[in-house]
């Protein structure tokens, strides 16, 4: 069974910094895309940052130059982790990690995480 959970939420202030953490086990993912997404109160759900098998990242303009997405593959284990740093009031959400889809295409993904929230106090 696949099981995607994150950590690493929390509060911080504006300008501050936090990692996020996804453990993923249950599947093999050598070869699929996984990616972070957010969702505000009463906005859809985001694409936020995403990394395929190959190495190569993709991410949301608003993230750009302040997020890092990063994975570290073992036999029968994977880690996703997002780097945030310069937090602002906007980054407030429920970050998400899934798994199975393609680069930034929400829709396109197999397996979500139940979420940790991020929030960004001014």
């Known amino acids: 069974q696949v099981q995607l959970v994150e950590s690493g939420g929390g509060s911080v202030q504006s300008g501050g910094s936090l990692r996020l953490s996804c453990a993923a086990s249950?599947?093999?993912?050598?070869?699929?895309?996984m990616g972070w997404f957010r969702q505000a109160p009463g906005k859809e759900r985001e694409g936020v940052a995403a990394?395929?098998?190959?190495?190569?990242?993709?991410?949301a303009e608003s993230v750009k130059a302040r997020f890092i997405i990063s994975q570290d593959k073992a036999k029968n284990k994977n880690t996703l982790y997002l780097q945030m740093n310069s937090l602002k009031p906007e980054d407030t959400a429920m970050y998400y990690c899934?798994?199975?889809?393609?680069?930034?295409?929400?829709?396109?993904?197999?397996?979500w995480g139940q979420g940790t929230q991020v929030t960004v106090s001014s």
């Open positions: 249950g599947y093999t993912y050598s070869s699929y895309c």
């Open positions: 990394i395929d098998s190959d190495g190569s990242t993709s991410y």
């Open positions: 899934a798994a199975g889809g393609s680069l930034l295409a929400l829709n396109s993904y197999d397996h």
